[in-house]
């Protein structure tokens, strides 16, 4: 070769095809450099390739491990809320397989089943991800670079079989919430360990529900920016224990419903917590049925301003110390203490109550509170002290003498079940205002001394069980009432037993449908004057005299005596052992449906007028005139009768009766005849033998009674 051939190999190659090669020694060196450069450029593609290529699954950032409990092969199950958009890259791996931003699958097994969320973004926003997903019994989140949790706000909310939690190696710094985060779940094992919670504002019902808790610490919570602990722990019905007393609540605004139902927690310490600027403090401790200690003497409530059933239905608390409590701001103290059955003592004397507009029941059914040192409240804004006191069965004094009750308008049950006290100066109450006394001393049984005179009665609606088993009271002066607003007086003195003398106004009852019950069970009551303007509204009169064994005189008058929307008359005189004459002359039975024992019992009387009257809708006799032992004669002829069902017992032991004249009954449609003139002997019976044919026939061979057949 000569000094040329140098020369040519060193040529442009794109000049190649050009030259004309002299030997094949040269050729192959060429073919063999051209063949390195291709795969050169193969090689580095396929590099470059891989670096841009997405994290392979070993690669990824983060990892959410979770295990779905499958019952059903044939459906689909939602992987994640159906809502939820995915807003990160994420790579679903479920029996190795590689799936690509689904929400549900088919599995193939039942039984656990592992699902694999691998994320290769550098942060996420989980709110509401796995919300009501229902299958979910466990989550793992493992992050390997740090990788940054947004938000958390009710993540598994709904997830009620899953039982256990853990999160490790995620930046959870910028959460502002993690309001709800397990709500409604069977969360039992929960690792927050690693939970950066130092800018979290917001952790109301955290761990609401979660039925299955039964011991939690967080007192490695770092939460200087807490504002909001509203049921936080609400039903965690099993949860036994819990560290929290050294948490941070110095901004915390809002506590209601904290530890509400908490109901297997024996003791609770919170004696550093810092509730100054606390404004709700609603049903915080309620239904916490098993705590027996509770340390809170720091806590400070100069700002709240509402504690409505705070300490509600503590059943196992026997003391608690809330004399240090600044009540200025409190504007609802409705149901604060109720339900404190082994309290003894409630020391609240200095409380500030200037500022309370609602005392709704808020000592009821403290059944062991022996005395109470109300003497400073202040009720001059208050409008309801309805249930106040209600079943406070141990307390003998209550001094409400100084209550200013201008504003109120609802007094119902406010002693209703006070069984020690026995009297009560209520001389400086005004109830102008006041349009509700339903019960207001109801099982008041040892009350002897009550009076209330001065009570302006004329707003007021409801008067039912005002006195019911006012067991001691022997006189009753209500002639200043007014009854002008009046719709209810039902049971108003029912079981009144040792009422001797009822003094009544002439009262309006135009809106007064119900008088059932009025004057039962006042055996000591010998006459009783009703005198209205107008009755024409009433429709029932259901027991209003039973069991007044010695009642000698009812009067009954009013202005418009109109009784054609009575409907139910049943027992209204039973066992009034004493009457010896009832005169209905003027009541209208029309649309009376149901009389049974009506007079029955009424062993001394001798003498019954009832009106004249088509019964179109009466369907119940039965026991009417029941053990009417003396009444000789009752006529019955005006009266209509056609759709009655039940005669049982009507005229059993009427005596002395020796005719009855039912001409005008038709009893086609009884279905019962059952004793019906049982022990009535030398009884003669005239009857419509077309209408009454299957009376007749029940009665035929009883050979005491006459039968006058009448066509």
């Keep these: 070769m000569d000094t040329n051939d140098d020369d040519d190999i060193g040529m442009n190659l794109n000049d190649f095809d050009g030259v004309q090669l002299e030997d094949k020694k040269s050729k192959k060196a060429i073919t063999i450099i051209l063949i390195s450069a291709t795969l050169f450029l193969l090689i580095a593609a396929v590099i470059i390739f891989l ?15 979770c295990k779905y409990n499958i019952q059903n092969i044939s459906q689909n199950v939602s992987l994640l809320n159906r809502q939820y958009k995915l807003n990160f890259y994420i790579d679903i791996y479920i029996d190795n397989k590689k799936y690509k931003n689904i929400t549900e699958h ?5 039984g656990e089943n592992l699902v694999i969320f691998r994320i290769n973004n550098d942060s996420i926003n989980m709110d509401n991800m796995f919300k009501d997903v229902k299958s979910l019994i466990s989550v793992e989140m493992i992050s390997k670079k740090n990788i940054t949790i947004e938000s958390l706000i009710s993540t598994f909310e709904n997830c009620q079989n899953l039982n256990s939690f853990s999160i490790s190696g995620f930046n959870t710094s910028n959460i502002i919430s993690i309001q709800k985060l397990f709500k409604n779940t069977n969360i039992s094992t929960v690792n927050l360990s690693q939970l950066n919670t130092e800018n979290i504002e917001d952790m109301s019902f955290m761990f609401s529900n979660c039925i299955s808790l039964t011991s939690l610490d967080i007192n490695n919570f770092k939460t200087s920016y807490l504002k909001n602990m509203s049921g936080m722990f609400e039903n965690c019905i099993s949860l ?12 915390v605004l809002d506590m209601s419903y904290l530890f509400d139902n908490c109901s297997s927690l024996k003791e609770l310490d919170i004696s550093n917590f810092e509730t100054n600027k606390v404004k709700e403090m609603d049903f915080m401790f309620q239904d916490c049925r098993s705590l027996s200690k509770i340390k809170l003497s720091k806590l400070i409530t100069s700002s709240t301003e509402t504690v409505i059933g705070m300490f509600r239905r503590c059943y196992s608390l026997t003391s608690l110390d809330v004399s240090k409590f600044n009540t200025s701001k409190i504007k609802n103290m409705s149901f604060m203490f109720s339900n404190l059955k082994n309290v003894k003592k409630l020391d609240v004397k200095k409380f500030d109550t200037s500022q309370v507009i609602d005392m709704t029941a808020m000592f009821e059914e403290c059944h062991n509170l022996k005395s109470i040192d109300i003497s400073k409240f202040n009720t001059s804004n208050t409008i309801s002290i309805q249930y106040l006191f209600k079943d406070c069965y141990s307390l003998t004094s209550i001094d409400v003498s100084h209550f200013n009750t201008s504003k109120v308008y609802t007094m119902s049950h406010m002693f209703n079940g006070c069984k020690s006290i026995t009297s009560l100066n209520l001389s400086n109450f005004e109830t102008s205002k006041v349009n509700n006394m339903n019960d207001m001393f109801g099982g008041c049984v040892n009350l002897n001394e009550l009076d209330i005179r001065s009570f302006n009665t004329s707003t007021v609606e409801n008067f039912g ?19 002008k607003s009046a719709k209810t007086l039902f049971y108003m003195f029912n079981n009144c037993t040792f009422l001797e ?31 209205a303007n107008d009755i024409s509204n009433i429709n029932s009169l259901s027991h209003l005299f039973d069991g007044c064994y010695n009642l000698k005189s009812i009067k009954i008058e009013a202005d418009n005596f109109k009784t054609t929307n009575i409907a139910d008359l049943s027992y209204m005189f039973r066992n009034c052992s004493a009457l010896t004459s009832i005169n209905l002359t003027n009541f209208d039975f029309r649309n009376v449906y149901n009389t049974q024992e009506m007079f029955s019992n009424c062993t001394s009387l001798k003498k019954l007028i009832l009106p004249p009257s088509e019964t179109k809708s009466l369907r119940f006799m039965s026991h009417m ?40 009954f038709n009893t086609s449609k009884c279905e019962n005849f059952d004793n019906i003139f049982e022990d009535c002997k030398d009884l003669t019976l005239y009857v419509d033998e077309n209408k009454c044919e299957n009376l007749i026939n029940n009665i035929k061979e009883n050979v005491d009674i006459k039968i006058e057949k009448i066509n």
């Design 625 to 664: 005139f029941y053990n009417c032992t003396s009444l000789s004669s009752l006529d019955a002829s005006l009266i209509s009768i056609n759709d009655v069902r039940d005669m049982s017992y009507t005229f059993g032991r009427c005596l002395e009766l020796k005719n009855l004249n039912l001409t005008l």
């Design 51 to 65: 670096l841009f290529l997405p994290n392979d699954k070993n690669e990824s950032n983060a990892e959410i491990i």
């Design 240 to 251: 036994k224990k819990l560290r929290i007393n050294k948490i941070n609540t110095e901004k």
């Design 465 to 483: 069980s005002m006195f019911e088993n006012c067991h001691k009271l022997e006189s009753i002066d209500l002639r200043h009432f007014e009854t």
């Design 501 to 531: 003398k009822l003094y009544l106004p002439k009262m309006n009852l135009k809106n007064v449908q119900d008088l059932s019950y009025a004057f039962s069970g006042c055996p000591n009551l010998t006459s009783i004057d009703i005198s």
């Design 106 to 110: 088919k599995f193939a097994n039942t």
